[in-house]
């Protein structure tokens, strides 16, 4: 029974790099979200996506960010040219669908810019 | 204001002590609770979920709603030091998006 997975699970890159986070959902789940972590803080969302559709994704910024959750594979949270403020812990959630009360948490990637 | 407010603590109890951990909120369209224990490092691992008011009893854990006064808790017996973690309340109104709280640091001393 495999929960949710995320890889990879720690991610170094330099100023001005390209990081891309992956996560796969549980079994038998369309619907994942992506928050933001930073020490002594709360889960921050930012984008909330089903299969081929971004449902809501007030929560990213606009420039640098972008999410897709593809029919085939993980869902993919890329961030262009990041700068050291992106570093934090990146953390991804799935349910079963819209209105189903549980998510369910990956392990999270946490991200260092350098 | 924020929507939800949690004590961040950190908490510190004796083993075996009964845990109070709460939680305030603003939005009366929220329904739907949950509490979340999150070890340092790793993502949050959902421990209780409910609808609307009332209690749920799992094991050492008791989540209870009062919607009347926009208050959640969650209570831990016989505390043990494992249950030394981040408790994160989350609530959510008849849509997809989840509020979540900062989080409570809870210390469990042997």
């Known amino acids: 029974n495999a929960g949710v997975m995320q890889n990879p699970r720690h991610l170094v890159r330099r100023r001005g790099q390209e990081a891309r986070l992956r996560c796969s959902p549980m079994k038998g789940h369309s619907h994942v979200y992506w928050y933001r972590q930073l020490p002594e803080e709360g889960l921050k969302f930012m984008v909330y996506l089903q299969k081929e559709n971004i449902i809501d994704e007030s929560g990213m910024p606009k420039e640098r960010f972008s999410a897709e959750f593809p029919k085939e594979g993980p869902s993919i949270l890329r961030i262009q040219q990041v700068v050291r403020g992106d570093s934090a812990a990146y953390f991804c959630?799935?349910?079963?669908?819209?209105?189903?009360?549980?998510?369910?948490f990956g392990p999270g990637t946490r991200l260092t810019v350098t | 204001q924020k929507e939800v407010e949690q004590d961040p603590g950190p908490l510190s109890v004796p083993e075996g002590a009964i845990v109070s951990l709460n939680c305030t909120y603003s939005n009366s369209a929220f329904q739907y609770f949950m509490w979340y224990r999150q070890y340092s490092r790793k993502g949050p691992e959902l421990l209780m979920y409910t609808y609307s008011s009332g209690n749920k009893e799992d094991g050492r854990f008791t989540a209870q709603v009062d919607k009347s006064s926009k208050y959640i808790s969650l209570f831990i017996r016989d505390s043990q030091p494992s249950d030394s973690a981040t408790y994160l309340c989350a609530m959510r109104s008849g849509t997809y998006k989840y509020i979540f709280g900062t989080g409570t640091r809870l210390k469990v001393l042997a």
């Open positions: 959630a799935s349910s079963p669908g819209q209105g189903a009360g549980e998510q369910y």
